[in-house]
């Protein structure tokens, strides 16, 4: 999936600005420059990958702000978080992103998206019988 067209990340700014403020949180640039930097990219990574990309760009930002920003961005649903087997939890963005699935190579580690409707179908069919 390609980086979303910037009229979607000013969207996506909106509503990380409306919840930190709700939430009386402070909105820093270091935050914002997180967020942007997640949205620029479609691939998954985890949260040391993030700091890395953001300090090869001159954002000077903390480990600590990082997984703190990350925290936030998954409890406003910006961004999703996962956790594949023992391994370090990967991050993809949320917003505007198509339902999907993972598979993952146990020989490489290699992540594999993919789309199958009945897949969909069969979780609410579940969630209902369960009352979920």
């Given at each position: 999936m390609p980086p979303l067209p910037q009229q979607k990340i000013e969207e996506v700014r909106r509503l990380?600005?409306?919840?930190?403020?709700?939430?009386?949180?402070?909105?820093?640039?270091?935050?914002?420059?997180?967020?942007?930097?997640i949205y620029a990219t479609d691939d998954h990574f985890d949260a040391d990958e993030l700091y890395l990309r953001l300090k090869q760009q001159g954002v000077r930002v903390s480990r600590a702000?990082?997984?703190?920003?990350?925290?936030?961005?998954?409890?406003?649903?910006?961004?999703?978080r996962h956790q594949f087997g023992s391994k370090q939890a990967?991050?993809?963005?949320?917003?505007?992103?198509w339902?999907?699935?993972?598979?993952?190579?146990?020989?490489?580690n290699e992540l594999f998206e993919f789309c199958?409707?009945?897949i969909q179908?069969?979780?609410?069919?579940?969630?209902?019988?369960?009352q979920f």
């Open positions: 990380f600005s409306n919840y930190l403020k709700e939430r009386g949180q402070r909105q820093t640039s270091e935050r914002f420059a997180i967020l942007e930097e702000t990082v997984y703190n920003t990350l925290d936030l961005l998954v409890d406003c649903n910006l961004v999703v990967k991050y993809e963005r949320a917003y505007s992103y339902q999907h699935d993972h598979l993952i190579c146990l020989d490489c199958d409707p009945r179908s069969i979780q609410e069919m579940v969630a209902e019988i369960f």
